[in-house]
Nanobody
Framework: QVRLVESGGGLVQAGGSLRLSCVAS????????VGWFRQAPGKERELVAR?????????YYADSVKGRFTASRDNAKNTEYLQMNSLKPEDTAVYFC??????????????WGQGTQVTVSS
């Protein structure tokens, strides 16, 4: 059974940094497209970053995080990361990672983590 587990969330002051991790079990991230999403209270889920498996050198970032957030992968650890710098109070949300089945061109994500809370204080 595929499982994604996020970690690394927490409370940070504005301007600070956090690095989120997403570890997969029963799934190799190699060949998977991966997405990072967030959902703030009362708001819809928002795509923050997306890395298409065939175009890892050209990731997508939402305008709201471009230049501040960076997605990366450690293949040896089968772990995806989201480095978040210059955090703002409006970045406060539950962050989720998601993955597709390997080598899929389908835009929909098949697997989701349980989320990790990020809170940025002003």
């Amino acid at each position: 059974q595929v499982r994604l587990v996020e970690s690394g969330g927490g409370l940070v002051q504005a301007g600070g940094s956090l690095r989120l991790s997403c570890v997969a079990s029963a799934l190799s991230f190699s060949g998977c497209s991966v997405g990072w999403f967030r959902q703030a209270p009362g708001k819809e889920r928002e795509l923050v970053a997306r890395i298409i498996w065939s175009r890892r050198s050209n990731p997508y970032y939402a305008d709201s995080v471009k230049g501040r957030f960076t997605a990366s992968r450690d293949n040896a650890k089968n772990t995806e990361y989201l480095q978040m710098n210059s955090l703002k109070p409006e970045d406060t949300a539950v962050y989720f990672c998601a993955a597709t089945i390997p080598y899929s061109d389908n835009a929909a994500f098949d697997y989701w983590g349980q989320g990790t809370q990020v809170t940025v204080s002003s």
